[in-house]
Antibody
């Protein structure tokens, strides 16, 4: 069974940092490009960042470029998102997702990040 | 960046109705489009990939069509479990972009 389990969310003050992790199982993790997608409370889905299977290529939304860093450890089947200089508008549920046939077929349950003083 | 314009933003329908949701891309994206269903408090679920391919396990009442800039998701006969929010996603280029969502409510 495919599983993606996010962790690391929580409450952080504006300007602070947080690291999200996503543990993958049930599929060949290294063969899949992976992404982070977020959803602010009551809002739609927003793509945040992606990394290729070989992790040689990374991509970011303009809203997070320079503040967030995506990475992966294929030996541990883990995807990470290092978030810094966090803002109130980064408050959202963050999902990790695995790409197949171009779009996201497997999703985690989400991890809530709240940026507030 | 490619903009995805989804319509309508919400609709009310009855069980058994045929429902159509549209996404328009600001430039051609071939068939690089997926459709997702999301229920409150849950992760999105892929229904359609490559614009018209039905995801394994998804009921055949869901179908997708289109290519280039105009795409549709059709539910041929709405069922109680289909009341949810639907999103399109283009994966032709980065940054990936979602449509704004369509909330399908009970009439």
């Amino acid at each position: 069974e495919v599983q993606l389990v996010e962790s690391g969310g929580g409450l952080v003050q504006p300007g602070g940092s947080l690291r999200l992790s996503c543990a993958a199982s049930g599929f060949t993790f290294s063969s899949y490009a992976m992404s982070w997608v977020r959803q602010a409370p009551g809002k739609g889905l927003e793509w945040v960042s992606a990394i290729s299977g070989s992790f040689s290529s990374t991509y970011y939304a303009d809203s997070v470029k320079g503040r967030f860093t995506i990475s992966r450890d294929n030996s541990k089947n883990t995807l990470s998102l290092q978030m810094s200089s966090l803002r109130a508008e980064d408050t959202a549920v963050y999902y990790c997702a695995a790409q197949e046939s171009g779009s996201y077929v497997h999703w985690g349950q989400g991890s809530l990040v709240t940026v507030s003083s | 960046d490619i903009q995805m314009t989804q319509s309508p933003s919400s609709l009310s329908a009855s069980v058994g109705d045929r429902v159509t949701i549209t996404c328009r891309a600001s430039q051609g994206i071939r068939n690089d489009l997926g459709w997702y269903q999301q229920k409150p408090g849950k992760a999105p679920k892929r229904l359609i990939y490559s614009a018209s391919s039905l995801q394994s396990g998804v009921p055949s009442r869901f179908s997708g069509s289109g290519s280039g800039t105009e795409f549709t998701l059709t539910i041929s006969s709405l069922q109680p479990e289909d009341f949810a929010t639907y999103y399109c996603l283009q994966h032709n280029s980065y940054p990936r972009t979602f449509g704004q969502g369509t909330k399908v409510e009970i009439k």
